[in-house]
């Protein structure tokens, strides 16, 4: 027997797109499908955006995905609050979009962060997460630009 990848059971992540505004610009990053910043932050923070894909082997379902993921053991570290979810269909697939505040000893300051998390695949599906990040002093302008990014992911 070989075992190979991709390959029936273990099937690429999906490819994707985003539209980003103008002063945005990739990065490398060793864990992340995909990450940009603002090249004009606030001082202070580099607001940031980070796209995870992750194989998912489970019949839960996007709903309690997300939340295992905020009430995971990494998450407490930043003190999450939810401040509020919705549902939302992003290029035809259903998407729940998140908004969150986070704070931490170690911050200066709270963080404003909106999430978009999508399941997309058939048998083996792949878990989509989106995460924006900015300080949330400046919330209001950045949540108008994370939720135009998010709308403008696209499968490929």
Same mark, same amino acid.
């Given at each position: 027997?070989?075992?190979?990848?991709?390959?029936?059971?273990?099937?690429? /992540? /999906?490819?994707?797109?985003?539209?980003? /505004?103008?002063?945005?610009e990739?990065?490398? +990053?060793?864990?992340?499908?995909?990450?940009?910043?603002?090249?004009?932050s606030p001082?202070?923070?580099?607001?940031?955006?980070i796209?995870?894909?992750?194989?998912?082997?489970?019949?839960?379902?996007?709903?309690?995905? %997300?939340?295992?993921?905020?009430?995971?053991?990494?998450?407490?570290?930043?003190?999450?609050?939810?401040?509020?979810?919705?549902?939302?269909? %992003?290029?035809?697939?259903?998407?729940?979009?998140?908004?969150?505040t986070?704070?931490?000893?170690?911050? /200066?300051?709270p963080?404003?962060?909106a999430?978009?998390?999508l399941?997309i695949?058939?048998?083996?599906q +792949?878990l989509?997460h989106?995460?924006?990040?900015?300080?949330?002093?400046?919330?209001?302008?950045?949540?108008?630009?994370?939720?135009? %990014?998010?709308?403008t992911?696209?499968?490929?």
């Open positions: 027997m070989q075992l190979t990848y991709p390959g029936p059971l273990s099937p690429t /992540p /999906p490819a994707f797109r985003l539209s980003l /505004p103008a002063g945005w990739e990065r490398p +990053h060793a864990t992340a499908a995909a990450f940009a910043v603002d090249s004009r001082a202070g923070f580099t607001v940031n955006l796209v995870l894909l992750t194989r998912v082997l489970t019949d839960d379902t996007l709903d309690q995905l %997300i939340d295992q993921l905020q009430a995971a053991p990494a998450a407490g570290v930043m003190q999450p609050r939810l401040e509020g979810r919705q549902r939302s269909t %992003i290029d035809g697939h259903d998407a729940v979009l998140s908004a969150l986070l704070t931490a000893p170690s911050l /200066p300051f963080l404003f962060q999430q978009a998390a399941l695949g058939g048998q083996t +792949h989509v989106c995460y924006a990040t900015c300080p949330a002093a400046v919330a209001e302008q950045y949540g108008t630009a994370f939720r135009a %990014i998010f709308e992911l696209r499968f490929d």
